[in-house]
Antibody, heavy 120, light 107 residues
Framework: EVQLVESGGGLVKPGGSLRLSCAAS????????MNWVRQAPGKGLEWVSS????????YYGDSVKGRFASSRDNAKNSLYLQMNSLRAEDTAVYYC?????????????WGQGTLVTVSS | ETVLTQSPATLSVSPGERVTLSCRAS??????LAWYQQNPGQPPRLLIY???TRATGVPIRFSGSGSGTEFTLTIISLQSEDFVVYYC?????????FGQGTRLEIK
């Protein structure tokens, strides 16, 4: 069974940093692109980042480019999101999601998410 | 950035009816369009990809169509569990983007 479990969320002050983790199991993690998608409270979805299996290509949404860094450790079946210079508008539930092998760019499995709150 | 506009924002329909949700792209995304369903407090669930292909386990009452800039998601014979929020997403060009969502509510 595919499982994705995010952790590392919490309350952080504006300008602060946080590192999210996503532990994957039930599939060959090293063969899949992985993604971060976020959702502000009561709002819609926003694609944050995508990273290819070998970390050769990493993409970021415009609102986080230069502040967030996505990485992965295939030996540990883990995905990470380093978030720096956090702003109030980064407050959201952050989801880790697996790329759909039938149509890359879509996501077929999601974690339950971890809440990041940026507030003084 | 490709902007996706979903309409309407909220749709009031009765169980058992058929409904069509719309998603319009600000530029062509070919057939690189997906639909997701989201229950409250839950992550999204992939319904449709490549504009018209149902994801694994998705009931046949869900169907997608369209290409270029105009897309629709049709749900026939609405069930009680279908009254949630639906998002379209394009993956033709980076950054990938979502529409703002359409909420189905019981009339």
């Amino acid at each position: 069974e595919v499982q994705l479990v995010e952790s590392g969320g919490g309350l952080v002050k504006p300008g602060g940093s946080l590192r999210l983790s996503c532990a994957a199991s039930g599939f060959t993690f090293s063969s899949y692109s992985m993604n971060w998608v976020r959702q502000a409270p009561g709002k819609g979805l926003e694609w944050v980042s995508s990273i290819t299996p070998g970390s050769n290509y990493i993409y970021y949404g415009d609102s986080v480019k230069g502040r967030f860094a996505s990485s992965r450790d295939n030996a540990k079946n883990s995905l990470y999101l380093q978030m720096n210079s956090l702003r109030a508008e980064d407050t959201a539930v952050y989801y880790c999601a697996r790329d759909n092998p039938s149509s890359t760019g879509t996501t077929d499995y999601w974690g339950q998410g971890t809440l990041v709150t940026v507030s003084s | 950035e490709t902007v996706l506009t979903q309409s309407p924002a909220t749709l009031s329909v009765s169980p058992g009816e058929r409904v069509t949700l719309s998603c319009r792209a600000s530029q062509s995304v070919s057939s690189d369009l997906a639909w997701y369903q989201q229950n409250p407090g839950q992550p999204p669930r992939l319904l449709i990809y490549r504009a018209s292909t149902r994801a694994t386990g998705v009931p046949i009452r869900f169907s997608g169509s369209g290409s270029g800039t105009e897309f629709t998601l049709t749900i026939i014979s609405l069930q009680s569990e279908d009254f949630v929020v639906y998002y379209c997403q394009q993956y033709n060009n980076w950054p990938y983007t979502f529409g703002q969502g359409t909420r189905l509510e019981i009339k």
